[in-house]
């Protein structure tokens, strides 16, 4: 069965996507079978994977997206994953394993204009397309806004694990105490919806230190978001086993080049392995995943 995992804090700028698309890129290069639903509106995820100009093919047809499983008609889940996502320019495959389903801005109007059907909001259409899709994966990864709206539903509704992308700073620390409030009221507002073979709904398994700045003594941040966390432990508002990461990402250049070159870090090179390693922070944080689960 694929761990489904969310990525979502309610600060922005967390360096969620940036997060996110290495991490499923070194659980692709470790051998597991990856999915990575683009649940952002920015898109900022399909345009680092699909480099822009295959991104812009899809944008500008306004079919291939995730969206297109709301609109009326027969595109599922199924018809929408780019097999072996990365490419080089010449379509030659980098990255067998990781599978990507795009967005673009169109998922906006899922918030916006979206009507549904009565009785079956946009997380349950979701959920049971992606129930015919997810027994060929090891993990499913929803890249989540900063928000409980729609998209990001759809991903926390599937999901058995979320995992929140912090910076040592006072406002990742609010993020993460407004997003466990959210969920709360969200699991309470699906919970008829919910099925037995779904398991219990997911709450927040791990916080991930990410893009820390040189000579950033984020001693102090932890301590506060590990008192926050240890308190809703006890109210059980996140998982019993929820933790800190050991693992911290560092910031650096090559990440920002990585986007440039529409390539995870892993793939990118000496740059990686020359600026601190980054590449084996991600590692290092994979394998700190692939042995904590709910």
């Given amino acids: 069965m694929a761990r489904k995992i969310s990525f979502i804090n309610y600060k922005g700028g967390v360096g969620k996507t940036s ?11 470790a051998g597991k079978r990856v999915l990575l639903f683009d649940f952002d509106t ?12 295959r991104w812009n093919k899809i944008n500008n047809s306004s079919e291939g997206a995730v969206y297109s499983i709301f609109e009326p008609g027969t595109v599922r889940v199924k018809d929408l994953i780019i097999k072996d996502v990365v490419e080089d320019k010449n379509g030659d495959k980098l ?23 009565p009785g079956c909001p946009p997380y349950l259409m979701f959920q049971q397309q992606l129930a015919e899709v997810e027994d ?57 919806f919910r099925t037995a073979e779904m398991g219990a709904p997911a709450l927040v398994n791990g916080i991930i230190f990410n893009s820390i700045k040189a000579n950033v003594d984020i001693e102090v941040p932890k301590m506060r978001m590990q008192l926050r966390m240890n308190q809703f432990r006890t109210v059980k508002r996140v998982a019993q086993n929820a ?14 080049r990585a986007v440039t070159l529409g ?24 394998t700190e995943l692939m042995n904590h689960s709910s």
């Fill in 19 to 29: 997060l996110i698309v290495n991490v499923a890129s070194c659980l692709a290069k």
């Fill in 95 to 117: 990255l067998p394993g990781l599978d990507l389903v795009p967005t673009t801005f169109n998922l906006v109007d899922l918030e916006a204009e979206f009507q549904g059907k």
């Fill in 136 to 192: 060929n994966y090891d993990f499913i990864l929803f890249d989540c806004p900063p928000n409980i709206l729609r998209a990001s539903q759809c991903g926390v509704f599937c999901s058995n694990e979320i995992y929140v992308p912090a910076n040592p700073d006072a406002l990742s620390l609010i993020g993460f105490t407004l997003l466990v409030e959210k969920l709360v009221k969200f699991h309470r507002l699906s919970a008829s």
């Fill in 42 to 53: 920015q898109s900022n995820a399909s345009i680092w994977l699909l480099r822009l100009e």
């Fill in 243 to 256: 933790k800190i990461f050991n693992t911290q990402i560092r910031d650096a250049m090559v990440v920002r």
């Fill in 263 to 286: 390539l995870p870090v892993i793939l990118v090179g000496q740059e990686a392995e020359q600026e601190d390693n980054v590449a084996q922070d991600y590692r290092d944080a994979v």
